[in-house]
């Protein structure tokens, strides 16, 4: 659920990101205002003629818990889907890997376009990838442990 980078940018991302590996059944305290980059443990393939949403299920969001902010998932992808996952609420809410706090919404899709995006086949969490098209990485700062 938590975990790592497989960016080919690695060295970057660190100095401004912890990674954090949680083992299943392992609890993660997400803090108020907190984000973390997480991802599904199902590895899945959408066909060609779908698409799907990565929805929040409606008890974690009525306690604040946000789990994705690109939800759209395209005709053609395969892999584990990165979640942004955030606590927008006013309490510590205890996570652990494989709860359910995301559903998929399918939908046929018109046409036969393929995802050619550079997170396919992820098997983890996927930190962002600029490749010189993003923010600059010296507008990023690695918050203070608490």
Same mark, same amino acid.
């Given at each position: ?66 789990? /994705?902010? %690109?939800?759209?998932?395209?005709? $053609?992808?395969?892999?584990? !889907?990165?979640? =942004?996952?955030?606590?927008? #609420? ?19 899709? /018109?046409? %036969?376009?393929?995802?050619?995006? $550079?997170?396919?086949?992820? !098997?983890?969490? =996927?930190?962002?990838?600029? #490749? ?15």
């Amino acid at each position: 659920m938590l975990g790592w980078a497989t960016s080919s940018d690695d060295s970057q991302i660190e100095r401004y990101q912890d990674k954090l590996i949680k083992a299943y059944g392992e609890k993660f305290i997400l803090h108020p205002r907190q984000l973390v980059i997480g991802s599904t443990l199902e590895y899945i393939q959408i066909p060609s003629g779908m698409m799907c949403y990565v929805i929040g299920k409606s008890t974690w969001g009525r306690m604040g818990l946000i789990i /994705a902010t %690109a939800t759209k998932v395209d005709p $053609g992808f395969r892999g584990c !889907i990165t979640l =942004e996952i955030i606590n927008e #609420g006013e309490i510590p809410l205890v996570l652990y890997p494989g709860i359910p706090i995301a559903q998929l919404v399918l939908h046929r899709a /018109a046409g %036969a376009s393929t995802y050619k995006g $550079g997170y396919s086949c992820a !098997i983890g969490p =996927e930190f962002p990838k600029f #490749g010189g098209k993003g923010p600059s990485w010296e507008y990023w700062t690695k918050p203070s442990r608490r």
